[in-house]
């Protein structure tokens, strides 16, 4: 099955220049979410999407946008890139809200350098 | 607010030997607390949940984890350690009288397993 995918795979970029990171879910999953990974501080969450044209902001959202106009993708938007964004960069989506649907599925991520 | 510690960055265990990696959480409610583990340039996978119910939780790959409620710890522990279990896990947390509010994740530990 196709699952959740994240393009491109690595990004090399300049500061200042914008970019977007792309993710896909193949399963009709309600919630998406954006993580960064960075070494000290782990995943920290940017932004997550309940449904459709609805977002929210997680721990670390400046600089970054997002939109979610249908609920199968969720770009991520660096509108002028600086250095400290270069991360590794992940996509996640979970089922509606239910005890049984409470699993994160993660793509295979973004390694976004900026120079 | 919630929050994941994990104290350790680092463990080392030899083949076949027992493996315990620590997590202790705080949030102001009750927990769902989870394991993920990611291998070399590879999103997370999920490992195991509690929601609720027996304290020891089984899960994927012969993992187990022991929720305890006067500690506020969640260890992950598996009997006898595989080289192919070095990998990098991580403790997640969520209030689950906090709506639909996302994971919170730990740092990270790295398990690196002897042979």
């Known amino acids: 099955d196709a699952g959740i995918t994240q393009s491109p795979r690595y990004k090399i970029t300049e500061t200042g220049r914008q970019v977007t990171l792309m993710c896909h879910q193949t399963?009709?999953?309600?919630?998406m979410f954006w993580y960064r990974q960075d070494l000290g501080h782990g995943l920290r969450l940017i932004y997550y999407?309940?449904?459709?044209?609805?977002?929210d902001k997680g721990e670390v959202p400046d600089g970054y946008v997002v939109s979610r106009s249908k609920t199968e993708n969720f770009p991520l938007t660096l509108e002028s890139a600086t250095r400290s964004q270069t991360s590794v960069y992940f996509c996640?989506?979970?089922?509606?809200?239910?005890?049984?649907?409470?699993?994160?599925?993660f793509g295979s991520g973004t390694q976004l350098s900026v120079l | 607010a919630q929050s994941v510690a994990q104290p350790e960055d680092q463990v080392n265990v030899a083949e076949g030997n027992p493996l315990t990696v620590k997590c202790t959480y705080s949030?102001?409610?009750?927990?769902?607390l989870f394991w993920y583990v990611q291998y070399p340039n590879r999103g997370l996978q999920f490992l195991l949940k509690?929601?609720?119910?027996d304290n020891l939780v089984k899960g994927s790959y012969g993992f187990e984890a022991e929720f305890n409620k006067s500690q506020t710890s969640f260890h992950l522990k598996k009997p006898s350690a595989l080289v192919s279990d070095s990998a990098l896990y991580f403790c997640?947390?969520?209030?689950w009288g906090s709506g639909n509010t996302p994971l919170v994740f730990g740092k990270g530990t790295r398990l690196s397993v002897i042979a």
């Open positions: 399963w009709s999953h309600s919630y």
């Open positions: 509690y929601i609720t119910g």
């Open positions: 949030v102001s409610g009750n927990p769902y």
């Open positions: 997640a947390v969520r209030d």
């Open positions: 999407s309940a449904a459709a044209d609805i977002t």
């Open positions: 996640a989506s979970r089922a509606r809200q239910g005890v049984t649907n409470e699993k994160l599925f």
